[in-house]
């Protein structure tokens, strides 16, 4: 089992260009995540999935946008990227664990956006 | 707002035992988990509290007291490999998890 696969790991955009951030997870899980990463903030939700055909705003939504595109995939949009937005971005999908839900992460995305 | 406070770093001796606590400050409640981290790698789920008192996994144990809106991560017999970031991370209410800036642990030979 691949687990949660994301793709691109490494990107470099210059200011005001758009790009795509792919996930995928092979667990069945109905619950997907997308999280940035900065030093010393720990991780902060953007946005998630409750089930498919759901999506809604976590901590930090401006300036992005997500799609769930079916059961397996949950993409995240920069439609104009900003420096502020360089981060490590990391997607994740959940299955509940008691009163919790159980996160299970990508390996990641470094972007830097110059 | 929403907050976790977590302590930025500690250093521990191999073998030895370290506590790594976290404070919260949250509009909902429904459990406390905690996630380790290596150096660039990705979280991974270590354990979590519902309800008060002591949880253990092996040499991990957890800790929750909602009343003091207090837990922490108690590390037994601490190896070269514990050296990594953890995270607390609050399950607010549905799918919203929001985690701690997350403390690093330094495990010294």
């Known amino acids: 089992n691949a687990g949660v696969t994301q793709t691109p790991k490494f990107q470099v955009l210059k200011t005001r260009q758009s790009m795509t951030l792919q996930c995928a997870q092979d667990?069945?899980?109905?619950?997907m995540y997308w999280y940035r990463q900065d030093p010393g903030m720990g991780l902060r939700l953007i946005y998630y999935?409750?089930?498919?055909?759901?999506?809604d705003k976590g901590e930090v939504p401006n300036g992005y946008n997500v799609s769930r595109l079916n059961k397996r995939e949950f993409s995240l949009r920069l439609e104009s990227a900003a420096p502020s937005q360089t981060s490590v971005y990391f997607c994740a999908s959940s299955v509940p664990q008691g009163a919790v839900e159980k996160l299970f992460f990508g390996s990641g995305t470094q972007l830097s956006v110059l | 707002g929403q907050s976790l406070e977590q302590p930025s770093e500690v250093t521990a001796v191999e073998g030895a035992i370290v506590q790594m606590n976290c404070t919260y400050q949250?509009?909902?409640?429904?459990?406390l988990s905690w996630y380790q981290q290596h150096d660039g790698g990705a979280p991974t789920f270590l354990s979590y509290?519902?309800?008060?008192g002591l949880e253990e996994t092996g040499r991990f144990s957890s800790f929750l007291s909602r009343s003091d809106s207090y837990g922490y991560l108690l590390l037994q017999e601490l190896q070269m490999k514990d050296s990594a970031s953890y995270f607390c991370a609050v399950n607010t209410g549905g799918f919203k998890t929001i985690f701690g800036a997350g403390t690093r642990l330094f495990v010294k030979a």
């Open positions: 667990m069945n899980h109905n619950s």
């Open positions: 509290n519902a309800l008060d």
């Open positions: 949250t509009s909902g409640f429904y459990g």
């Open positions: 999935s409750a089930s498919e055909g759901t999506t």
